[in-house]
Every structure is written in C-alpha cells, then in structure tokens.
Nanobody
Framework: QVQLVESGGGLVQAGGSLRLSCTASGRTFSTYAMGWFRQAPGKEREFVAAINWTGLTTYYADSVKGRFTISRDSAKNTVYLRMNSLKPEDTAVYYC???????????????????WGKGTLVTVSS
C-alpha cells in the first residue's frame, strides 16, 4: 500500500521555524516530482512548493519565496519543507503530494497528483 505520511507540524510563534517531513512507503518515489500544498480554514488548497525528481529544480509560491525551502532525500524516500519567518497567514493543514511528471505542473494547481498524504497542521500564533 502506497502511503505518504507528513510529520513536523505544530504550534509556533510568528517569526519561528518548522521543518515538515513527508516519508513515502510502498514504492520508491525517486522518479516522482514531490510537492507541498496547504489549505487554510475556509480557503481552497493552494500550491506551496515543488521539487523535481533529481532534486535540482524547485518551484515556490510567491507567498513563501525566500522563507521556505523544499528538499528531498531519495535514499530515505523523504521530502522536506523548511519553513522560516513564519507568519500567522501560514496557518494551514500542509499536504504532501507526489506526481509522475514535471514538478512545474504542481505549481499550476493541485489536480493530477498521483498520491496525497493526509496532512499535518501548522498553526502560527501572532
């Protein structure tokens, strides 16, 4: 059974940092693009960051550029999202996704993903 399991969410004060992890099991994701999306209360799910299968190309939403960093460790089947300078508007459930295609396609929207995690909650207090 293929699973993506997110971890690392929690409560943090504005200006703080968190690192999210997404570990895949059930198959290797070394040739998949991986990404992070988030959904705030009352809002639609939105793209946050994506990384291609080599780990050499990354994409970010404008709202997180310069603050968030996506990376992957294919040997561990894990993708990370380092979040710095967190703001209250970053509060959301963060989802990991995998896609057998270009990572750039993840930046367009959340349709067409092959696998989704169940999400981890990030709450940023002011």
């Amino acid at each position: 059974q293929v699973q993506l399991v997110e971890s690392g969410g929690g409560l943090v004060q504005a200006g703080g940092s968190l690192r999210l992890s997404c570990t895949a099991s059930g198959r290797t994701f070394s040739t998949y693009a991986m990404g992070w999306f988030r959904q705030a209360p009352g809002k639609e799910r939105e793209f946050v960051a994506a990384i291609n299968w080599t780990g050499l190309t990354t994409y970010y939403a404008d709202s997180v550029k310069g603050r968030f960093t996506i990376s992957r460790d294919s040997a561990k089947n894990t993708v990370y999202l380092r979040m710095n300078s967190l703001k209250p508007e970053d509060t959301a459930v963060y989802y990991c996704a995998a896609k057998s295609g270009p990572a750039q396609a993840m930046a367009v929207g959340d349709t067409g993903m092959d696998y989704w995690g169940k999400g981890t909650l990030v709450t940023v207090s002011s």
